[in-house]
């Protein structure tokens, strides 16, 4: 089974963009979906992006559709989440997670982003 390690986050200003990656210690077809969370402090931990392993197909949550969109490089064991116009309320830890939600889940990466 795979594990995940994120990283790409950081400050961005509100409207900027951000391209988060997931690498994997083995192979990111041993899924058939991995998925985008993401949680702010004092929320819950919500579902951000689905990406189908398969086709490459991804599903985002409506309050990033249109801005955010989930890829995967199956050749490089690698998930990806692009952040597009950014708004503070995206601010949060980042997780990339196998089978979108089931785990396994990576230790996060912080996304901060100023208004």
């Known amino acids: 089974q795979a594990q995940f390690v994120e990283s790409g986050g950081g400050l961005v200003q509100s409207g900027g963009s951000l391209r988060l990656s997931c690498a994997a210690s083995?192979?990111?077809?041993?899924?058939?979906?991995v998925g985008w969370w993401r949680q702010a402090p004092g929320k819950e931990r919500e579902g951000v992006a689905c990406i189908s392993m398969i086709d490459g197909r991804a599903t985002t949550v409506d309050s990033v559709k249109g801005r955010f969109t989930g890829s995967r490089d199956k050749s490089k064991n690698m998930v990806f989440l692009q952040m597009n116009n950014v708004k503070p309320e995206d601010s949060g830890v980042y997780y990339c997670?196998?089978?979108?939600?089931?785990?396994?889940w990576g230790q996060g990466t912080q996304v901060t982003v100023s208004s």
């Open positions: 083995g192979s990111i077809s041993d899924y058939y979906t």
């Open positions: 997670v196998g089978e979108c939600g089931a785990g396994p």
